[in-house]
């Protein structure tokens, strides 16, 4: 009989707890809170904000997010890796997804900015769109590991350059859903 292995605290790849659950929830709260006010009276549901999330880390974050956000919104996701062609090289901004960012507010959700290749590619890509304006949230940045020069206007929480793992971060496609963030083992 299997047993409730949710905080997985027995297993030998995760290490210290970086941020607990409660502490991601806080500031999801403020995060959502802050993006409703910046965009009252912007985002309306003839013109609703188009939030973008990368598959598949945002999941979790962008869900909860979205809970705390009141303004009239469009939730899209964008596969990264899809949007390889077959040399290695990336490919234009999906059809679809043109057409709903064009002379809209876009919000871009990211779960970690790290060298910042993610989200320098994709802020090229969503101007093929011609939007409004595009607007950047991250739950976690390591500044000192950028590489690209980005701008993002909404950080959760600036942490060390260590890999980490949970709350939708994963390590070899598992721990996407420990309800907290904790630090790989070595
Ligand atoms: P960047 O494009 O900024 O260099 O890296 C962003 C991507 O790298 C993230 O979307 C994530 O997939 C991956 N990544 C960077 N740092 C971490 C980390 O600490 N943990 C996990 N699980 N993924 C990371």
Redesign the pocket.
């Known amino acids: 009989m299997a047993t409730n292995q949710l905080t997985h605290k027995s297993d030998a790849v995760i290490g210290e707890t970086l941020l607990t659950e409660s502490e991601i929830q806080q500031r999801v709260k403020e995060l959502g809170k802050q993006i409703t006010q910046d965009f009252e009276g912007i985002a309306t549901t003839d013109k609703p904000l188009i939030v973008l999330g990368?598959l598949k880390?945002v999941l979790f974050f962008l869900a909860d997010l979205m809970r705390e956000v009141d303004v009239p919104n469009e939730i899209h996701f964008i596969d990264i890796s899809a949007a390889k062609n077959s040399s290695g090289h990336y490919q234009e901004l999906p059809k679809d997804l043109e057409q709903a960012i064009n002379n809209r507010h876009v919000l871009f959700v990211?779960?970690?900015?790290?060298?910042?290749?993610?989200?320098s590619y994709v802020s090229r890509i969503l101007y093929q769109g011609n939007p409004e304006s595009v607007s950047v949230c991250t739950l976690l940045s390591?500044e000192a590991n950028r590489i690209m020069d980005v701008t993002i206007h909404y950080t959760g929480f600036e942490i060390e350059p260590?890999?980490?793992?949970g709350y939708g971060?994963?390590?070899n496609e598992q721990y996407r859903n420990l309800p907290y963030i904790g630090v790989l083992k070595k």
């Open positions: 990368v880390g990211e779960d970690i900015v790290d060298a910042g290749l993610t989200l390591k260590l890999y980490v793992i971060l994963d390590f």
